[in-house]
C-alpha cells in the first residue's frame, strides 16, 4: 500500500497563509487545495456553504479525466484548467506535481489577474511542499519512524466506531 | 492514499467498490447513506447516464469518528461496472487504500466477475499495487436470487488471499456493513504497519 500522505501543522499553517494571501491577491471568492487522490488540504475563501469535500472529489476526478485526455492526444497533461460559468468561473491549476489548486472567482477579478497571482502562490507553495519532502525523507534516512497517530490502535478502538 | 492531517487531527482514507456491471456497487452506497446519520456523512455524488448507470464514480464522504483523538473519514467510491469504461475505472483506484469487489452472485454473471476481478487486479498493478497486498474485502451479492451459484463455489472461484467473504443482498443492506466494517478495519489495522512511513 502506498505511503501515507502526512501533514503537519507547521506546513499546514503556511499554506493556509500562502492561500489566504492568494486569495485576496487575486481578488478571488474560495481558494481551495485538494491532492491528487481527493483529499482536502486546505481552503479559504467567503463561499460559507460550498461543500468542500465534494468540491475535493469531483475536483480530482476532474484533473484525473483530463490527465487521460491528454495522454490519448500525447500530451504529458494539462497544467491550467479554467472553467467559465455565468457568475462563477474556476481555475484549477496543479503543484509540485502532485496537488490541485482551485481558485474560484467572479467578476470582481479576471482570468488574467488570477493566472497571475496564481503563479506567484505556486512557487511559494511549491517550496512548502518540497519542504515537506525533505523533511521526511530526512527523518527516513535517520532512521526516524514518523510518528502513526494510530500505531497503538487495537480492534477494539475499530469495533467501537461501529457501535 | 491515507492523508494524515496533524493540524486538523483528521485522517482520510479512500475505499474503492469494484465489480462488474449492476452487480450492487452503488446499492451498497446508497444504502449505507440512506442508513447514516446525517452528521456523519456528507453529499452522496452520483455521475449516472441518463438511465443510473455510473458514468464515472460515485462518492460517499463518511465521518465514522474519533480514533485516538483523530478524526476517521473514509471517502467511499465505485467505479463504473461497464467493460468499456476501463479509463474511468482505472483513473479512481489513485490513491486507494482498501478495495471492496462486490460480485453477482447470478449464475450468468460468473464470467463478468471474474473477467471484472482480472480487470481490477491488471488495473491496481498499473497503479503500482499488488492487490495481495492491499486490504481487501469480497462480497457476494444478490444472494436472494434463485439462480445464484452456491457460495462455496462462488468463494472457490473469486476468492484471491484468504480475505473477509461476506454475503450480501445489498438492496436490503444484509452484508452491507459488515463488508464496510471489514475493509475499514483493515485500513486502520494497516496504518499501524505504516508508522514508518
Do not use: W
Amino acid at each position: 500500500m502506498a505511503t501515507p500522505v502526512v501533514l503537519y501543522e507547521t506546513e499546514y499553517e503556511q499554506l493556509k497563509r500562502a492561500i489566504t494571501r492568494l486569495c485576496s491577491d487575486a481578488n478571488a471568492k474560495f481558494v481551495f487545495l485538494v491532492d491528487r487522490s481527493g483529499q482536502q488540504i486546505a481552503s479559504h475563501g467567503e463561499m460559507l456553504n460550498l461543500d468542500t469535500t465534494s468540491l475535493a472529489s469531483l475536483t480530482a476526478g476532474n484533473v484525473a479525466a483530463t490527465d487521460g485526455l491528454a495522454h490519448l492526444i500525447g500530451e504529458r497533461g494539462f497544467p491550467v484548467l479554467s472553467h467559465e460559468g455565468e457568475r462563477d468561473n474556476l481555475h484549477i491549476s496543479i503543484i509540485a506535481a502532485r496537488v490541485i489548486l482551485v481558485v474560484i472567482f467572479d467578476v470582481r477579478s479576471s482570468l488574467g489577474l488570477v493566472r497571475l497571482r496564481v503563479k506567484r502562490a505556486t512557487a511559494e507553495m511549491t517550496s512548502i511542499f518540497d519542504l515537506i519532502d525533505s523533511k521526511v525523507e530526512r527523518d527516513r534516512d535517520l532512521g526516524m519512524s514518523l510518528e502513526s497517530p494510530f500505531a497503538e490502535i487495537t480492534e477494539e478502538d475499530i469495533d467501537a466506531l461501529f457501535n | 492514499m491515507t492523508f494524515i492531517n496533524y493540524a486538523s487531527r483528521e485522517i482520510n482514507c479512500k475505499i474503492v467498490y469494484y465489480g462488474p456491471g449492476l452487480g450492487g456497487k452503488t446499492t451498497n452506497l446508497q444504502y449505507i447513506y440512506d442508513s447514516t446519520a446525517a452528521q456523519a456523512k456528507g453529499k452522496l455524488i452520483s455521475l449516472a447516464t441518463e438511465t443510473d448507470r455510473t458514468l464515472f464514480f460515485d462518492f460517499l464522504p463518511l465521518d465514522l469518528g474519533t480514533v485516538r483523538g483523530f478524526k476517521t473519514r473514509f471517502h467511499l467510491y465505485t467505479v463504473p461496472g461497464q467493460v468499456f469504461y476501463d479509463a474511468s475505472r482505472k483513473l479512481i483506484l489513485k490513491g486507494v487504500d482498501g478495495m471492496v469487489f462486490v460480485a453477482d452472485s447470478q449464475r450468468e454473471r460468473m464470467d463478468a466477475n471474474v473477467e471484472s476481478l482480472f480487470n481490477l487486479e491488471l488495473n491496481l498493478k498499473q497503479h503500482g499495487y499488488d492487490l495481495m497486498k492491499v486490504p481487501y474485502v469480497l462480497q457476494l451479492n444478490k444472494r436472494d436470487l434463485p439462480n445464484v451459484v452456491s457460495t462455496a463455489d462462488l468463494t472457490a472461484e473469486l476468492h484471491r488471499k484468504g480475505e473477509p467473504v461476506f454475503e450480501g443482498v445489498a438492496n436490503r443492506g444484509v452484508g452491507v456493513f459488515d463488508t464496510l466494517k471489514a475493509i475499514a478495519k483493515q485500513v486502520l489495522l494497516e496504518l499501524r504497519k505504516d508508522g514508518s512511513g
